[in-house]
């Protein structure tokens, strides 16, 4: 079964700090990578894709990919009380139907003021 | 991006009776999918809704249950069927646009079955 494997969390940081979160996946056919970012009764936002080993970097966010070690990260940096949330990763295989979306269980944010 | 809407944002149902909700993107999307969010858990795949064919489900969901329709690009619809109080969740259909195909959600459907 594909499985998309997050750190548990939660995980709680100071204002200003970084925040990471990390993932792993284990169907090698995984393409494409993405991270979303749930506030509490709102549906998924996306923050970041990537497809290609290495840094990919927006703003106060970088997505890091490994398909070698089939690991992806998301760093946060300087904090802020509002990227309190969760946050999902979630993988796909890519073309025609297989653009379908495997998702993490998620890793709750906190940041404290 | 594509913007979706979904309707109705939320209902409460009484036990074995249907519900339909509708999903309109505003731009042509190459996938639709649907996907449950059970109170506290990830998301879940429920189909890929493919236009004017039948819908590919996933493992565990089947037609009789969730019957999706996908009349054109942009609309789709997907039915709980004789709903039971464990199909209470959040229904999200998503659009899939782009490179890479990158997929955008709707704003999610809250269910509560009595």
């Known amino acids: 079964q594909k499985e998309v494997e997050q750190n548990s969390g939660p995980l709680s940081v100071p204002e200003g700090a970084i925040a990471s979160l990390n993932c792993t996946y284990s169907?090698?056919?995984?393409?494409?990578f993405f991270w979303y970012r749930q506030y509490s009764g709102k549906s998924p936002e996306l923050i970041m894709s990537?497809?290609?080993?290495g840094d990919k970097e927006d703003g106060r966010f970088t997505a890091q990919l490994n398909k070698a070690s089939q690991y992806v990260s998301l760093l946060i940096r300087d904090s802020q009380p509002s990227d309190s949330a969760t946050y999902l990763c979630?993988?796909?295989?890519?073309?025609?139907?297989?653009?379908?979306?495997?998702f993490g269980k998620g890793t709750l944010l906190t940041v404290n003021p | 991006s594509a913007v979706i809407s979904q309707k109705p944002s939320r209902d409460i149902c009484q036990r074995g009776t249907s519900l339909t909700i509708q999903c309109q993107v505003d731009?042509?999307?190459?996938?639709m999918f649907w996907y449950r969010q059970q109170p506290g858990q990830s998301l879940t795949l429920i189909a890929t809704?493919?236009?004017?064919?039948?819908?590919?489900?996933e493992s565990g969901f089947v037609i009789d249950k969730f019957p999706i329709s996908r009349p054109n690009l942009t609309f789709s619809t997907l039915t709980v069927s004789n709903m039971s109080p464990e199909d209470s969740s959040i229904y999200l259909c998503?659009?899939?646009?782009?490179?890479?195909?990158?997929?955008?959600f709707g704003p999610g459907t809250r269910l509560l079955v009595l």
């Open positions: 731009s042509q999307v190459t996938m």
């Open positions: 809704a493919n236009q004017g064919s039948e819908a590919t489900y």
């Open positions: 979630a993988g796909s295989r890519g073309g025609g139907s297989n653009y379908k979306l495997t």
């Open positions: 990537i497809y290609s080993n």
């Open positions: 169907d090698r056919g995984s393409q494409s």
């Open positions: 998503s659009g899939g646009t782009g490179v890479g195909e990158t997929q955008y």
